[in-house]
């Protein structure tokens, strides 16, 4: 049955009508204790979402909406290694990278653990190994630089989470990633490098995307061209794959293979091997404490009531405004400069999840799924676009995180960033009234203008401080949030056949651009057009 013409839905619609002019500051008004009942605790955070314009019936109403697509099931799904993402015939065990080592996990049968921690041993026995200085390059100098070439779910989990840990990270050495299939970002990002002194970590789960795989070709035949010699490989290349026969093909010698598996998708996968440099910069414990605060958040998830679960209230909380207030977008403004690759994270975690329109019985949705996610750190973004948060035409929802202890104490940089964090959730929500505006004398003809409506919806995401540990459970927090969406819009969130259409598009283009092929006749003329310009003017 259509998730709009449930029983539930047809009741928060209802419910949606009866509250949807009501301002938070009489919601607040009428009940004193609001904030501490909408607050939660877990896995190291702290989540206030009083500042939603919703009442207790409100949630009721969404958990029962929960409770209707099955929630609790579905996530027993997950855990238990059911083929949950069902059009690529595959389980979704990332859960099972973050299990403490030593434990067991088994499906059909099969403990995986036992392959994940062989895999971490390895991981650490490397990683180490690279630290330490004694692994070598062909000229017996010890790595100095790391360059990871991925893109997509094989780049952004890593290159995010080592701008988020640098104060954690070994500043002996440099870490550099490139995901652009544009030689811009190969060319800069090997700029000034030693080839001696340089270890190339290709990680692409199939070894066949060609932007990884082009980056890759071209930082083979940069290595060669300095070092002179094929054995230079076999010191400068690590491959993480789930596809020995292509790493094989490449030249990486097995000792130098990571592996993956096919139940850990690739915006899924930063706690897999598809994370080696974070544990080669972060450290070996380091990458464990991240691991362990994914885990605190996944143990949460499964084992916390639907009403206290973290992720369960957000990702009902991002229902609520999608499909009711019709809100289009929403905002991730973390304040710290470390998490500034963290929206554009989520983006993909998010976007590439839950950006669907047929639902799981094969027919298109009748109503909206995944929001667009986006966001920068503030207090820039204040100076930015906050504008339009604030007196634009549009609801945009927005999560705030931030930190109670700065990782760089500095005369009183943290207290003016953390004021500047809460003033903004208060005027957010409870904007300024002409009255106020009054009392401070403010020209007649300018109180329009300065008037705020406010009743603009937030979330407050806190963690006593920014460390691996409470990045892992920031991180899976939003996982599960998705995961928890994905399910209410009855769509696959583990599928991305979008990104699979843009990988076939490009080889029929090619050859045309190449000019190996004519310009082929069953191009519409646009394309015919852009073609031609380009053959032009290349
Ligand atoms: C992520 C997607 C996609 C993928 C990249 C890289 O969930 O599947 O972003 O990670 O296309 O794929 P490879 O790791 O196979 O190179």
Same mark, same amino acid.
């Given at each position: 049955?259509?998730?709009?013409?449930?029983?539930?839905?047809?009741?928060?619609?209802?419910?949606?009508?009866?509250?949807?002019?009501?301002?938070?500051?009489?919601?607040?008004?009428?009940?004193?204790?609001?904030?501490?009942?909408?607050?939660?605790?877990?896995?190291?955070?702290?989540?206030?979402?009083?500042?939603?314009?919703?009442?207790?019936?409100?949630?009721?109403?969404?958990?029962?909406?929960?409770?209707?697509?099955?929630?609790?099931?579905?996530?027993?799904?997950?855990?238990?290694?059911?083929?949950?993402?069902?059009?690529?015939?595959?389980?979704?065990?990332?859960?099972?990278?973050?299990?403490?080592?030593?434990?067991?996990?088994?499906?059909?049968?099969?403990?995986?653990?036992?392959?994940?921690?062989?895999?971490?041993?390895?991981? +650490?026995? @490397?990683?180490?190994?690279? &630290?330490?200085?004694? *692994? #070598?390059?062909?000229?017996? =100098?010890?790595?100095?630089? %790391?360059?990871?070439?991925?893109?997509?779910?094989?780049?952004?989990?890593?290159?995010?989470?080592?701008?988020?840990?640098?104060?954690?990270?070994?500043?002996?050495?440099?870490?550099?990633?490139?995901?652009?299939?544009?030689?811009?970002?190969?060319?800069?990002?090997?700029?000034?490098?030693?080839?001696?002194?340089?270890?190339?970590?290709?990680?692409?789960?199939?070894?066949?995307?060609? +932007?990884? @795989?082009?980056?890759?070709? &071209?930082?083979?035949? *940069? #290595?060669?061209?300095?070092? =002179?010699?094929?054995?230079? %490989?076999?010191?400068?290349?690590?491959?993480?794959?789930?596809?020995?026969?292509?790493?094989?093909?490449?030249?990486?010698?097995?000792?130098?293979?990571?592996?993956?598996?096919?139940?850990?998708?690739?915006?899924?996968?930063?706690?897999?091997?598809?994370?080696?440099?974070?544990?080669?910069?972060?450290?070996?414990?380091?990458?464990?404490?991240?691991?362990?605060?994914?885990?605190?958040?996944?143990?949460?998830?499964?084992?916390?009531?639907?009403?206290?679960?973290?992720?369960?209230?957000?990702?009902?909380?991002?229902?609520?405004?999608?499909?009711?207030?019709?809100?289009?977008?929403?905002?991730?403004?973390?304040?710290?400069?470390?998490?500034?690759?963290?929206?554009?994270?989520?983006?993909?975690?998010?976007?590439?999840?839950?950006?669907?329109?047929?639902?799981?019985?094969?027919?298109?949705?009748?109503?909206?799924?995944?929001?667009?996610?986006?966001?920068?750190?503030?207090?820039?973004?204040?100076?930015?676009?906050?504008?339009?948060?604030?007196?634009?035409?549009?609801?945009?929802?927005?999560?705030?995180?931030?930190?109670?202890?700065?990782?760089?104490?500095?005369?009183?940089?943290?207290?003016?960033?953390?004021?500047?964090?809460?003033?903004?959730?208060?005027?957010?929500?409870?904007?300024?009234?002409?009255?106020?505006?009054?009392?401070?004398?403010?020209?007649?003809?300018?109180?329009?203008?300065?008037?705020?409506?406010?009743?603009?919806?937030?979330?407050?995401?806190?963690?006593?401080?920014?460390?691996?540990?409470?990045?892992?459970?920031?991180?899976?927090?939003?996982?599960?949030?998705?995961?928890?969406?994905?399910?209410?819009?009855?769509?696959?969130?583990?599928?991305?056949?979008?990104?699979?259409?843009?990988?076939?598009?490009?080889?029929?283009?090619?050859?045309?651009?190449?000019?190996?092929?004519?310009?082929?006749?069953?191009?519409?003329?646009?394309?015919?057009?852009?073609?031609?310009?380009?053959?032009?003017?290349?």
């Amino acid at each position: 049955m259509k998730t709009n013409k449930k029983k539930q839905w047809r009741l928060l619609s209802e419910h949606f009508l009866q509250l949807k002019n009501i301002h938070l500051r009489k919601l607040f008004l009428e009940n004193p204790g609001r904030a501490e009942q909408m607050t939660l605790h877990g896995a190291g955070l702290f989540l206030d979402y009083s500042k939603n314009r919703i009442v207790d019936k409100t949630v009721s109403l969404l958990l029962d909406l929960a409770r209707e697509a099955d929630l609790e099931a579905e996530i027993e799904h997950m855990f238990s290694g059911k083929r949950i993402n069902q059009t690529e015939d595959r389980s979704v065990l990332h859960v099972v990278l973050r299990n403490p080592t030593g434990t067991s996990h088994f499906v059909d049968g099969v403990d995986l653990m036992l392959e994940v921690n062989a895999v971490l041993h390895k991981m +650490e026995h @490397m990683a180490r190994k690279i &630290s330490s200085g004694q *692994w #070598l390059g062909y000229t017996g =100098k010890p790595i100095k630089n %790391i360059v990871n070439i991925g893109i997509g779910g094989s780049d952004l989990g890593p290159a995010m989470v080592y701008e988020a840990l640098k104060a954690y990270s070994n500043r002996g050495l440099n870490f550099r990633f490139i995901s652009n299939i544009d030689a811009t970002h190969l060319t800069e990002q090997l700029m000034n490098l030693e080839a001696d002194e340089t270890l190339f970590l290709i990680a692409s789960k199939t070894f066949t995307t060609q +932007e990884t @795989m082009t980056n890759a070709a &071209s930082a083979r035949e *940069w #290595l060669l061209k300095r070092l =002179k010699n094929e054995s230079a %490989i076999e010191h400068h290349f690590i491959a993480i794959s789930t596809n020995e026969e292509k790493v094989t093909e490449f030249g990486i010698a097995p000792e130098n293979r990571l592996t993956l598996w096919d139940w850990v998708g690739g915006r899924y996968s930063l706690t897999s091997a598809i994370g080696f440099s974070l544990m080669i910069a972060l450290g070996v414990e380091n990458f464990h404490l991240l691991r362990k605060g994914f885990h605190s958040m996944d143990q949460h998830f499964q084992k916390v009531p639907l009403s206290e679960n973290m992720p369960v209230i957000l990702g009902l909380l991002g229902v609520w405004y999608n499909n009711f207030f019709n809100a289009q977008t929403y905002a991730v403004l973390p304040y710290d400069q470390y998490l500034s690759r963290f929206p554009a994270y989520l983006q993909q975690s998010d976007m590439e999840s839950n950006g669907k329109c047929i639902d799981r019985d094969g027919y298109p949705v009748a109503y909206q799924t995944g929001p667009i996610v986006w966001g920068e750190p503030g207090t820039n973004g204040q100076h930015a676009f906050y504008q339009l948060i604030h007196q634009g035409t549009k609801l945009v929802p927005c999560d705030f995180i931030g930190f109670a202890k700065s990782i760089n104490p500095t005369g009183d940089h943290h207290d003016i960033l953390m004021a500047n964090f809460v003033a903004q959730q208060e005027a957010l929500a409870f904007g300024k009234e002409p009255q106020d505006l009054k009392t401070e004398n403010i020209p007649a003809g300018l109180i329009p203008f300065r008037t705020f409506e406010g009743n603009c919806p937030s979330n407050c995401i806190m963690a006593e401080k920014l460390t691996p540990e409470s990045l892992g459970s920031l991180i899976s927090l939003y996982e599960h949030k998705i995961f928890v969406q994905g399910i209410i819009w009855n769509i696959f969130s583990f599928d991305q056949w979008g990104v699979e259409l843009g990988k076939q598009l490009v080889k029929r283009i090619l050859p045309e651009l190449k000019g190996t092929l004519p310009i082929s006749a069953t191009h519409d003329a646009s394309t015919r057009n852009l073609l031609n310009y380009l053959l032009k003017h290349r």
